[in-house]
């Protein structure tokens, strides 16, 4: 079936440290691959998106990149902020269908 | 522009009462989802519409759940009676169906807990 695994958390930087956290997908069909953050008492937000393979989504310093051959969308930062932290969610959505398919969520802390 | 709203943000409860948690989409969004999050198990999605239609309720955990979208721009999620073990994040989400690949647009959720 359609399913995402993201790496389990929590994971605590310093900040300015680099940041990647993995995300691999398996899909019966054409997925395309969010990320979402949720702050604290929030919902999720949409951070980046790729539809198709080698694309590469950006935000707000945020990148991932579409890896058909890896099935993989792991999420990097160069320089992370204590803004950042947050729990972040790796999500598929098959492109024929209408439902997303959530990782588990990995909760970020960046300390001063 | 608004956002997913969803009312009550906080909602405190003894066991055994009738819960109803409310979500107004984004106005033109066709699809509406219900998620619920714990610690334990993630973000779950419980159901969703499509043109007010429920499509999936392959997650709703029991028959104490409930949902309902009378009309596009409002829905419903019903726990009869509810249980301590309902306790939960409930957030809506909403998205179009056109152009495809569309993201969902979550509410800030309903925080539930059952005593």
């Known amino acids: 079936g359609d399913s995402v695994t993201q790496m389990e958390g929590p994971v605590t930087l310093s900040e300015e440290a680099f940041l990647t956290i993995n995300c691999t997908y398996t899909a019966t069909g054409y997925p395309s691959l969010f990320w979402y953050v949720q702050y604290p008492g929030e919902g999720l937000q949409l951070l980046l998106k790729?539809?198709?393979?080698?694309d590469k989504g950006s935000n707000k310093g945020f990148e991932a990149t579409y890896r058909k051959e890896t099935t993989s969308f792991h999420l990097e930062k160069g320089s992370v902020q204590v803004s950042d932290s947050a729990v972040y969610f790796c999500?598929?959505?098959?492109?024929?269908?209408?439902?997303?398919?959530f990782g588990t969520g990995t909760s970020l802390t960046v300390i001063p | 522009d608004a956002g997913v709203i969803q009312s009550p943000r906080h909602e405190v409860t003894e066991m055994g009462q009738e819960v109803t948690l409310r979500c107004k989409p984004i106005s033109g969004h066709d699809y509406l989802f219900w998620y619920r999050q714990t610690m334990m198990r993630g973000l779950e999605l419980l159901i969703y519409f499509n043109n007010n239609v429920p499509i999936d309720d392959s997650g709703m955990p029991e028959d104490r759940f409930s949902a309902k979208m009378p009309n596009a721009s409002f829905s419903t999620l019903k726990i009869q009676p509810s249980e301590p073990r309902d306790s939960a994040v409930y957030f809506c989400a909403s998205r179009t169906g056109y152009p495809p690949n569309q993201p969902q647009h979550f509410g800030d959720g309903t925080r539930l807990s059952i005593l």
């Open positions: 790729a539809t198709k393979a080698d």
């Open positions: 999500a598929l959505r098959i492109n024929t269908g209408n439902q997303f398919y």
